[in-house]
């Protein structure tokens, strides 16, 4: 059948794209993993100065098309003597762009922690910082694993528009190949269902997680 000798033909190339997907994926997962605990603790800090100011930045990313971030990031920043190669520029504004939605989930997850425990850490003596990191983050974690799980998803999926900025990732290799080819159907078939195979074992990552995490909270 032409159709599946097409996939087979077209694997390859694709194949290419899917691992530039994978990097750019992980390492804005990272990264808007780290700003977005930092952001959240900021909100949850009971300064106003440092609540108010990641309110600001957190409202102002999620205000901004991350495909606006990344053109900023990829062709503006160079005008300020700061370049960026491609992929460089796709993990930094995705990172960036995704940091303000993990950190709300982070934060609602700190905030549905009962006060008390919070607290009962700081009268035996442990001060706001170590009661984050030992008492009350690795609880909210748990509580915001969900919704992790579908920003991680979403972020994957979103990978895909860095290819604005000429990152060769899964769907530039598409519509590369399916302009050189013309063979449409083929192409963006194939791409699509790498992009399933990229999500699916990640759905179901996170709802083991999910059962095991609340397993022990039981």
Known sequence: MQFINDVIEFLPVLLQGVWLTIVVTVGALVLSTLLGIMLALMRVSGKWFLDKTALVVINFLRGIPIIVQLFYIYF????????LSAVQAGIIGLGIAYSAYQAENFRAGIQAIDRGQLEAAQSIGMGWALTMRRVILPQAFRIALPPYGNTMIMLLKDSSQASTITVAELAMQGKLLAAATFKNTAVFSTVALLYLVMCVPLIILVGRLEKKMG????
């Open 76 to 83: 503006v920043l160079p005008e300020f003597g700061i370049s």
């Open 215 to 218: 397993g022990k909270g039981r």
